[in-house]
């Protein structure tokens, strides 16, 4: 399909190992993504990144690769006009904690620390990219998502919800306990708060239809952009993560690229072309 405007994930997505924009997943050099980035402004059509990552990181990115909109936070704030427009979504955040930002309404609360504590050595704050957040509390380890978000509605913290935002290499300046395979990373959030509902948020902003918009990703939360969009690429070192097959067969819009990271994302851009 011929796309009005393409959202797209970064790490993972766009970019590759070690967020490289011009290497393939088995570190190869390739220019095929740039090529295709470079094809779609050519075309007109914006590009918006949607991610996990902050606001701050998101408009560093956004200058090098010139795009027109951000989504941070896996779909708490959106922005445009270079990032001087903002607005924040806060989901199911109860009318009294109005006014404040999630972030603060969870360090009032000290949900996190009761979270770390209830799972030693298995779950740590996702240092030191966590620092910024606003809307969610950035952590990484190893934990169930369906029993975590058990725990908080037992607190009486149902509210809240915890997101796998996918894998990342372990480094020396984690303080996680010995475990087999890379973290996870995760983001503690008010439910509500989703990259779907952020897109279609800004798609309204900018009165665009939703059947004429694609977006492409890499892993669960991604997933739920495609409620949002007419087109939904997975690329394939996603859909190569347990469980995502089944997840992606039973979404009708969803496309698996032929392969992965930066060069499956580029098959996804020339396709929206």
Known sequence: MAA???????????????????HTAGRELTDSPAG???????SGIPLVL????????????????????HVAELGSLVSWDGGRETHLLTGALPDEHEGRTPMD????????????????????????????????????GWVDTVAVDGW??????????????????????MTLADHEGDPHVYHLMPRGIDKGAAITWDLARRGIDPVDAVAVGDSVSDLEMAPAVGRLW????????????????????VTVTDAPMGEGWAQAVRASL
């Not at 295709?36 to 050519?42: T, V, W």
């Open 234 to 253: 997975i690329t394939a070192n996603g859909a190569a993560v347990p469980g995502m097959t089944e997840a992606t067969a039973a979404l009708a819009n």
């Open 50 to 69: 949607v991610s996990g990552r902050t606001h701050a990181q998101l408009l560093e990115a956004g200058r090098v690769f010139a795009v027109d909109g």
């Open 105 to 140: 309404v969870l360090a009032g609360l000290g949900v996190v620390d009761a979270l770390v504590a209830e799972h030693p050595g298995r779950l740590e704050w996702h240092a030191p990219w966590h620092a910024t957040h606003a809307a969610d509390a950035l952590l990484r």
């Open 152 to 173: 908080l509605a037992e607190r009486g913290w149902g509210w809240l919800t915890v997101k796998d935002n996918g894998r990342v290499p372990r480094t020396s300046r």
């Open 4 to 22: 009005a405007i393409v959202y797209t994930d970064l790490d993972g997505t766009m970019v590759g190992p070690r967020g490289s924009f011009f």
């Open 36 to 42: 295709a980035l470079l094809d779609l402004h050519r």
